[in-house]
């Protein structure tokens, strides 16, 4: 049992069969150390891919994505939920993500100058339930014309369809901590 | 001339005599090499503070204040722009921001669970201009009844009145970059 799944049944508290609370140490407060831990497992499995960008979208994917980017020696880009003034229509690559938990459709965007055809691009999330979040960023990665060089998740709700969906377009998950259950107020990991 | 000032001269672009973009390495796109500067320029400043946890505000405000926390080994905590479905109404702590660039007023909450009156808070923030965002995080503080311990910000419009409006409430703001003027499409430091 690696330490974010320790801190996960430490701390972590079961809402509902679908809803883990870990917003203690990952999501709203963030423990560093848990964030060192994180960066260190996602290295220890990406380091012998060429990586040029950490992608991520805001907000709670900020935290662990800078601190791999950091680890990498490479930039991080977050996608945006609002498009920023700075920033004009034609500029932009855009997609769509819905969120189950808001049940809202949004737009998420990047800017098209950080994004090109030559990058290799290491998408980093805290969550991966139905996947939206993450096939959101990698359309955004299509439309630059670039690659997706893996996907980093903290936590993986492995009893929602979000690893399914990204092995089928045929990307590499790796997750730190993956849940099969939440059954009986219990966590339960993969492989237990 | 520190670093993070030779960064907005080499690579920020002047919008306007209020609009300075920094998106390529700052609060879009993130150097991880220009948050290190960053952090170590705050730890300099504020080391002989008693600090517990460090405080800033979705989305930008991330990537600077969990190297921070890192750095001094305290949690970081983010207030949010909406309300999660895992927090209710009375479990949080709520205030109000106006956004002059998006003509708009938010509500800004944190969860009551991770804000004490034993709290010694680091506030960070990317940019302080109007003090808009500061203030709203001052007050999350003072309804928890902890204490601000300083404000570390990364880039000041001087020319505007956050720094003003923030130690006339009483509060030590470190600015790493203070920018005297925008005008005739040029970036001018304080005391240059």
Same mark, same amino acid.
């Given at each position: 049992m690696n330490y974010l799944e320790k801190r996960i049944l430490e701390d972590g508290i079961v809402?509902?069969? +679908?809803?883990? %609370?870990?917003?203690?140490?990952?999501?709203h407060q963030i423990d560093p150390k848990v964030i060192k831990e994180i960066t260190s497992e996602f290295f220890d499995y990406f380091k012998y891919r060429v990586i040029?960008?950490?992608?991520? @979208?805001?907000?709670?994917? @900020?935290?662990?994505a800078i601190m791999m980017a950091a680890?990498?020696?490479?930039?991080?880009?977050?996608? %945006?939920? &609002?498009?920023? &003034?700075?920033?004009?229509?034609?500029? +932009?690559?855009? /997609?769509?993500?819905?969120?189950? /938990?808001?049940?809202?459709?949004?737009?998420?965007?990047?800017?098209?100058?950080?994004?090109?055809?030559?990058? %290799?691009?290491?998408?980093?999330?805290d969550f991966l339930a139905n996947g939206e979040a993450c096939l959101g960023l990698v359309d955004l990665v299509n439309q630059a014309g670039g690659e997706v060089a893996g996907i980093g998740i903290c936590v993986e709700k492995s009893f929602q369809p979000g690893r399914k969906r990204l092995e089928e377009a045929g990307h590499d998950v790796f997750s730190i901590s993956r849940i099969a259950s939440l059954e009986g107020n219990k966590v339960t990991f993969v492989d237990e």
């Open positions: 809402i509902d069969e +679908k809803i883990l %609370k870990i917003d203690s140490f990952l999501n040029t960008k950490v992608l991520t @979208i805001e907000a709670s994917g @900020i935290a662990p680890h990498l020696q490479v930039p991080m880009l977050f996608a %945006k939920k &609002s498009v920023p &003034s700075t920033l004009s229509t034609d500029d +932009k690559y855009s /997609t769509l993500v819905h969120s189950f /938990t808001k049940n809202k459709t949004s737009e998420v965007i990047i800017s098209k100058e950080y994004l090109s055809p030559d990058d %290799k691009v290491l998408i980093i999330d």
